[in-house]
């Protein structure tokens, strides 16, 4: 295939960072110019929602394009021993390598806890590691008092990671020009703890940061394992007052992360390659950062973790100023949407769908519904899957009360509506739905015969 017509692929990925934390989403004050510049030119995914809100599996669902549990890549192998993935030659960043492309990866990995970047199609890798020993040997002294709940970064502006990795591939782009090239940055800002730099550390005020719609929840109707990720993190008797300022925090870290992708957009169009490169930018997973007094992810299905992000920019394809409501799993769908526009064949199983038809305008999202599972982590194990439409969200918790939210009504997921009167239609439908398409995905939960009680005939209590 002609080079000329194959685009540049760059794949951006933030972490843990919320959908409602980008300017273009119109929600929380957080100010990001270069992502809404990046939402003005190519177009803003208004419901796309990771498929497993946890880091690890969140990035082999990218890689691999398949559903988390049909791979078991359940949790975070680093934490608690678990499959991760292999390489065979067969991932889509293999094959882009094979069909020509240049291809680099910088920043976090964690996609395999055998092999690196390099086994899996990346002819150049930059860790992480390159960065922290440079920040070890540069500012020997550093400390923090705060733990996960933030502290300002006391580097100097330009030595945040973002902007360290930002700058890597800002120099790959020069380094691969007149080649077709695919780079992908991970950055793990702005996963707590929180620790922007000069100016962005004092860039919000906490006193006039308004408290997340899930601040108020009371998780009465809950799981109880709501209520005890409050108290495992210890927790308990925060209030916002507590809150504030680590949210603070966080909005800075963003606007730190939009800083550096700035850098990288200039790079594009000081280059010449802008108009021919299609640019990804988006989130693995959401972050809690206080709303309904927890931390982090893990044994929750909110919005606050699964809706995230998502922005894609290709002048010669994409009309500037799109904004897209129709559903989209993302690392899911990113793998199939990349091989039909760089012209490489489908190699193996994939879950997702091309969003080509949707960047071109000819077509519609495949999706009436987004899916999500997750097995717990920290604080002990939790098998989840959650099911969630424009009007319902459904969540099935394997040894807990079930979740059922209006989301149009409700929003804030404030409200369990799983055994109210008037909803028994619609949650055996969502059971039914929920139970057949994963099963499709070959997730060994639903092939047992186990769940066949409480999933098809109801028997949930």
Not at 22 to 27: D, F, K, L, Q, S
Not at 144 to 170: A, I, N, T
Not at 185 to 193: A, G
Not at 412 to 420: H, T
Request: with cysteine; charged share 25%; hydrophobic share 35%.
């Amino acid at each position: 295939m002609d080079n000329k017509i194959r685009p540049n692929i760059l794949l951006l990925m933030a972490d843990q960072l919320r959908y409602d934390c980008v300017g273009a989403a119109n929600m929380m004050e957080v100010q990001t110019p270069n992502l809404d510049r990046l939402a003005e030119e190519g177009v803003f995914f208004e419901n796309a929602f990771t498929p497993a809100p946890v880091c690890a599996p969140a990035r082999q669902c990218l890689l691999s394009g398949r559903e988390a549990n049909s791979q078991n890549t359940l949790w975070n192998y680093d934490m608690m021993p678990i499959t991760s993935l292999e390489p065979n030659g067969h991932y889509w960043t293999d094959n882009l390598k094979s069909a020509g492309y240049r291809t680099a990866f910088v920043g976090k990995w964690h996609s395999s806890q055998s092999d690196g970047p390099e086994q899996f199609g990346f002819e150049r890798n930059i860790p992480l590691s390159d960065y922290k020993a440079m920040i070890k040997e540069k500012y020997p002294n550093l400390s923090y008092k705060h733990g996960f709940f933030g502290d300002p970064g006391g580097l100097e502006y330009g030595d945040s990671e973002s902007h360290w990795c930002c700058d890597r591939v800002c120099e790959l782009i020069d380094e691969f020009a007149g080649e077709p090239w695919h780079i992908r940055m991970d950055i793990t800002e702005p996963h707590l703890p929180c620790r922007p730099s000069a100016p962005f550390d004092t860039m919000y005020d906490p006193d006039k940061i308004k408290p997340w719609p899930g601040s108020v929840d009371t998780l009465e109707g809950k799981p109880y394992i709501h209520r005890q990720q409050v108290v495992s993190w210890g927790n308990e008797d925060k209030t916002w007052d507590d809150w504030k300022r680590t949210v603070a925090l966080y909005y800075g870290c963003i606007s730190q992360v939009d800083d550096a992708v700035g850098r990288v957009l200039d790079k594009l169009e000081q280059s010449g390659q802008a108009e021919n490169t299609l640019v990804i930018f988006t989130s693995d997973h959401g972050d809690m950062c206080g709303s309904r007094g927890m931390l982090d992810k893990h044994y929750i299905m909110y919005d606050d973790v699964l809706h995230i992000p998502l922005i894609m920019r290709l002048p010669k394809m994409i009309a500037a100023g799109s904004r897209c409501d129709g559903f989209v799993t993302h690392m899911l769908d990113i793998p199939p949407t990349v091989e039909e526009l760089c012209g490489i064949e489908k190699d193996g199983v994939r879950h997702g769908y091309s969003m080509v038809p949707m960047l071109t305008g000819e077509g519609e999202s495949k999706r009436d519904f987004t899916l999500a599972s997750g097995s717990g982590q920290q604080f002990g194990l939790f098998s989840q899957r959650c099911i969630r439409t424009k009007k319902y969200k459904y969540v099935w918790n394997c040894a807990d009360i079930d979740e059922l939210y209006d989301v149009e009504k409700d929003p804030g997921e404030l409200n369990n509506l799983v055994y109210r009167d008037g909803y028994s239609e619609v949650l055996a439908a969502l059971r039914r739905e929920l139970y057949q398409r994963f099963k499709e995905m070959d997730d060994p939960l639903m092939k047992t015969g186990f769940l066949d009680r409480q999933l098809l005939e109801n028997k949930k209590l």
